[in-house]
Nanobody, 121 residues
Framework: QVQLLESGGGLVQAGGSLRLSCAAS????????MGWYRQAPGKQRELVAT???????NYADSVKGRFTVSRDYTKNTVSLQMDRLKPEDTAIYYC???????????????WGQGTQVTVSS
């Protein structure tokens, strides 16, 4: 089994910063892309940022220039540095990973349990 565990959410004032981290653990053979999604109340889950195994990144337009996604390939972690936060960034943030387990030939998508980010105005 593979697990993704997020940390780093919380409450921050508008204009502030938070850093989210996510660690993948378990019977991992290799990891392709990892990233972050978020879901605000009453809205669908949306992509925030992704990073591939070749370090190529992709960001939602709403966070470009404010958020930075990065990976530590030796520790199977992905992080999201969030700066200049806005109230509209308030959501539950989910870590995501496309992972191949030991002994399997195919890739699966895994999700963390989510971490709450609240930005006050």
């Amino acid at each position: 089994q593979v697990q993704l565990l997020e940390s780093g959410g919380g409450l921050v004032q508008a204009g502030g910063s938070l850093r989210l981290s996510c660690a993948a653990s378990g019977s991992i053979f290799r990891i392709n892309a990892m990233g972050w999604y978020r879901q605000a109340p009453g809205k669908q889950r949306e992509l925030v940022a992704t990073i591939t195994s070749s370090n190529s990144t992709n960001y939602a337009d709403s966070v470009k220039g404010r958020f930075t996604v990065s990976r530590d390939y030796t520790k199977n972690t992905v992080s999201l540095q969030m700066d200049r936060l806005k109230p509209e960034d308030t959501a539950i943030y989910y870590c995501n990973g496309v992972i191949q387990q030991l002994g399997e030939r195919f890739w699966r998508t895994y999700w963390g349990q989510g971490t709450q980010v609240t930005v006050s105005s």
